[in-house]
């Protein structure tokens, strides 16, 4: 019998921040609905709480079934077939983000670094890199994740105050000058952002060693997002200003290319562009481990190996479905595209299963319906 592989809380932690914070901080305006305003330095603590409130409706879900997954657990709740067609649902919509999430990573490095090299070639790289985390299994990717948010929020750090000659910190609004309605529309995609913290859960929590902490875990994870987002916001505004950020597609590029102490240490955009490669593998690994795992289940597959080419070929392909170019990747962030793709993943599916628990009373240790 194949014995289950348990993470901690950090570790669960460092899976949401590893796989939120690059991705936000890369893109750097990602924080807000385009085009960007310099006083939504405030957006990500109004996002934040949204997205942690997506993430406490996930765990309420799973805390009724401690220990199942949600392919297993669906079942129970909406009946063998119904559940079935269900699961089918998430596998698609994670396949869906999935190769939303490829294309996005070899777009940024075809764009920025390697232009001569075509974009499939980074795309096959983030795969594979992937595909040998979750074959490794549960716990290596609980001590990537971890590696790579501490990675992430240490040099983040860095590079944020290694600008400091460049801050005109007065251009950044006090927060009692916003317009509570103006920071509400621009809270729209990042409500998309923060909010993945929602799936995450739903994949990762039937393997949390004390199932207790799952709160805990959201709220600390949420809490680091937000703060360093928008500490992030904030250092892009002072040293870019609100015109050049709106012109850039990666400021934080920008602001990485500009720190330089005396001959020492000059062009530091070489470590964003290794928390790119680093948080997106996290966020791939994570997608394509629930991914298998419901492809497994699903199709009643004994090798879960088979089950992980299978996805992760499904997205490599769909990943040059999905977009046309740069620009296409970047008008992603878009509200009408971005929540989207992202709320029937983050919200339908576990608002429908915990009404419909609710309302047929089934919990744990129930049988699901022949």
């Known amino acids: 019998m194949e014995q289950i592989q348990r993470i901690s809380w950090t570790q669960l932690a460092g899976l949401i921040i590893a796989t939120k914070l690059t991705g936000t901080l890369t893109f750097g305006y990602i ?61 698609l919509l994670l396949i869906d983000w999935g190769g939303i999430s490829i294309r996005q990573y070899s777009e940024y490095y075809v764009s920025l670094k390697y232009l001569e090299t075509p974009a499939f070639v980074f795309s096959i790289i983030i795969a594979l890199l992937s595909v040998q985390i979750v074959r490794a299994g549960v716990e290596v990717l609980g001590r990537q994740g971890v590696i790579m948010a501490f990675s992430v929020i240490v040099a983040s750090l860095f590079i944020y105050f290694g600008s400091f000659n460049r801050w005109e910190l007065e251009a950044v609004p006090a927060p009692w000058d916003a317009n509570m309605m103006h920071l509400m529309k621009h809270s729209y995609t990042p409500i998309g952002v923060f909010g993945e913290v929602s799936w995450i859960i739903l994949l990762m929590i039937p393997f949390l060693n004390r199932y207790q902490h799952g709160p805990r875990t959201i709220i600390f994870s949420t809490v680091i997002n937000s703060i360093m987002v928008a500490l992030a916001s904030i250092i892009l505004i002072a040293v870019l200003g609100e ?18 102490f005396g001959v020492v240490v000059e062009r530091t955009e070489w470590l964003v562009s290794l928390l790119w490669l680093g948080s997106m593998t996290v966020k791939v690994s994570i997608l394509l481990y629930g991914g298998a795992e419901g492809v497994q289940s699903l199709f009643q597959m004994k090798q879960r190996k088979y089950a992980i080419w299978i996805v992760i070929i499904l997205m490599y392909i769909w990943s040059f479905l999905v977009f046309t170019n740069i620009h296409d990747v970047a008008d992603f962030i878009l509200p009408e595209r971005w929540l989207l793709h992202a709320l029937p993943l983050q919200l339908g599916i576990p608002l429908l299963l915990i009404l419909v628990a609710i309302i047929r009373r089934v919990k744990k240790g129930d049988e699901y319906d022949k």
């Open 31 to 91: 924080v807000t609905s385009e085009p960007f305003a310099k006083e939504t330095w405030m957006v990500p603590f109004i996002a934040g709480t949204i997205g942690m409130l997506f993430g406490l409706l996930a765990y309420k879900l799973s805390s009724r079934f401690p220990g199942e997954t949600v392919y297993q657990y669906s079942k129970k709740i909406m009946g063998k077939g119904l559940g079935w067609i269900v699961n089918l649902f998430i596998v």
């Open 243 to 260: 015109d050049l950020i709106n012109l850039s597609i990666f400021p934080t590029f920008e602001v990485a290319q500009s720190i330089s």
